[in-house]
């Protein structure tokens, strides 16, 4: 996958499948918009896929608006790496004055070359938002592309968007937040050098300083995964100030793996952390040995909460298995 930052670098002559939006968090619902994009692209080999995402932050910060995202640029990278041909990164307040005709004939027709486009049944665009579905329809002949357009996807009675999303993280509610994503929610850091507290109390951990524009979910403790290494590795985390043996100050991602004997090594490395299911709030504890308590309870829960997944997994295997071979 190429990411391209800015209209300007792309290059690409030939015709292409592309889907546009703000793609924060890559949901249930974005889901869809691209998987159909590949599937014109498996049916054409000689398609290029485009996921064409606005960037909103200097428009947010000029109108002095909330910057928490679910979704760094980089995150996306990671999610659509090696599933589409292009993520083209288009900086909001550069076509935030274009009228929206002028952006289909521009960017869509004459940049893109779209044969194929796809977007959700809300999306607008252009000068005052007058483009819409109706517009990308009226103009599908002049332009010579296809248009099609995806219906909502619910979660119960609720439409699954970056809104909606938010919302649960707030209240803490992981496990939902992960299905409304179709996958586990992701935080990428760098490993930073620690006080070794975690170490002397026999818990050693991984200091993670998430970006301020990176949403979290309240602070508290969680059950994780950790890549670093070029492997997965399974474990439990604490989001928050450490206000046990510290004084507080910046959020701090403190990661306790299971199962890896390499944590002096790691500072300095670049890590991508899955969080799947909650534990408790943060709280202040009267000694480290209350501490070394919550924490080996917390431990024997993350290890509880991966081996109930994993048979749970091997059960919807074997019903699936039982239900082939009746058939």
């Known amino acids: 996958m190429q990411y391209i930052t800015g209209f300007e670098h792309y290059r690409e002559d030939a015709g292409t499948a592309v889907t546009l939006g703000k793609f924060d968090g890559l949901h249930r619902g974005h889901r869809k918009l691209v998987e159909r994009i590949m599937e014109h ?25 909330d910057q928490k995202r679910l979704m760094l640029n980089e995150e996306r990278a990671i999610r659509l790496e090696g599933k ?15 009228e929206a005709e002028t952006f289909i004939e521009k960017i869509l027709s004459g940049l893109f070359h779209a044969r194929y486009i796809v977007v959700g049944e809300n999306f607008r665009f252009g000068h005052d938002r007058r483009g819409d579905v109706a517009m990308l329809a009226k103009f599908q002949e002049r332009y010579g592309y296809c248009l099609e357009v ?21 209240t803490g509610n992981i496990d939902l937040v992960n299905r409304l994503l179709s996958y586990p929610y992701t935080i990428a850091g ?22 301020q524009e990176k949403i979290l979910p309240p602070n508290g403790a969680y059950v994780c995964k950790l890549h670093v290494d070029q492997e997965w590795y399974q474990g439990v985390c604490n989001i928050g100030q450490k206000p046990t043996v510290s004084k507080g100050g910046e959020t701090i991602l403190s990661v306790h793996l299971f199962c890896y004997e390499k944590k002096e090594e790691a500072n300095g490395k670049a890590v ?23 924490i080996e309870e917390d431990i024997w829960e993350g290890k509880r909460h991966f081996l109930l997944t994993m048979e749970s997994r091997r059960a919807l295997l074997e019903s699936e298995t039982k239900k082939q071979k009746k058939n």
């Open 41 to 65: 692209v498996e049916r054409e080999p000689d398609l290029k896929s485009v996921v064409c995402f606005f960037e909103m932050t200097e428009f947010k910060k000029m109108r002095h608006l």
């Open 84 to 98: 589409v041909d292009y993520l083209i990164e288009c900086p909001f307040l550069s076509v935030k004055e274009m």
């Open 150 to 170: 995806i219906p909502n996807e619910y979660y119960g009675e609720r439409i699954v968007s970056s809104t909606y999303v938010k919302e649960v993280m707030k």
């Open 190 to 211: 760098t490993v930073q050098k620690g006080a070794g507290m975690g170490r002397e109390i026999g818990y050693p951990t991984m200091d993670i300083y998430p970006c």
């Open 272 to 294: 991508v952390l899955h969080l799947y299911h909650y534990l408790r709030p943060e709280e202040k504890f009267e000694d480290v040995e209350e501490l070394k308590c919550q």
